[in-house]
């Protein structure tokens, strides 16, 4: 059914047959089968909440296999819409299964995209080792973005880790934005004091991350 929902795809109910063109067996104009099975049960299932038509909602409830508690029942139609909808699809799990149905998995995307991603000699052991994805390889991460911590004026260094494993307490070259091949400008050689797991508005600290995670650094945050 899955690849049925794109394209000019029609199911006729009454013939009980696809069709490739919207033209029903009685004369009536079919609707594309997204529409039909899945944009049209959405719609329903807001006008029967949104206007309270407690039976219409019940039986679609039991059809979704959707079960709500008590106190979800008695809330507004507004908020027991955000409550039904937050279960028949939940955005986290959506969005996790999107990334792992349609993302290559960095042991894979590496391989074809070191070369865009390192400027470096292209014979040398360090592009070797972020296209090989490889743990035990030279640390090599990229921090993209600053991240306000809750200390005043900190910040944590956050980035992707594309050879090696960065831990705690682990001393590290650290070459900032105005860094050149060959000179010493804007670059140092310091001890990462914390490495984290940062997980929306939250942080856990791990000893160590391998490489194809991301991972936020502290102690750092003033080289760079």
């Known amino acids: 059914l899955v690849e049925r929902l794109w394209g000019e795809n029609y199911f006729d109910g009454k013939a009980k047959v696809w069709k490739r063109s919207n033209d029903g067996a009685d004369g009536v104009v079919l609707k594309r089968a997204f529409v039909q099975f899945v944009l049209d049960p959405i719609y329903q299932m807001f006008d029967a909440v949104m206007n309270e038509k407690t039976p219409v909602m019940e039986k679609m409830l039991t059809s979704l296999n959707i079960t709500l508690k008590v106190e979800e029942r ?13 279960k028949f699809s939940p955005a986290a799990e959506a969005l996790l299964e999107m990334f792992v149905v349609h993302l290559p998995s960095p042991a894979k995307a590496q391989a074809y995209r070191a070369d865009i991603l390192y400027s470096g000699p292209k014979d040398d052991r360090y592009i070797q080792s972020i296209k090989d994805c490889n743990p035990d390889g030279p640390l090599i991460m990229y921090v993209s973005k600053m991240v306000p911590t809750s200390d005043k004026g900190r910040f944590y260094a956050f980035g992707r880790v594309f050879s090696g494993k960065i831990r705690t307490g682990q001393k590290s070259r650290i070459m900032g934005a105005n860094y050149e091949p060959g000179k010493k400008d804007d670059l140092y050689v310091k001890n990462v004091q914390r490495t984290v797991l940062m997980m929306g508005r939250f942080t856990e600290a791990v000893e160590d991350v391998p490489c194809g995670n991301v991972v936020g650094l502290v102690g750092v945050d003033q080289y760079l």
């Not at 008695?74 to 937050?86: E, F, G, V």
């Open 74 to 86: 008695n809330q507004p139609p507004k908020r027991l819409l955000k409550a039904i909808m937050q």
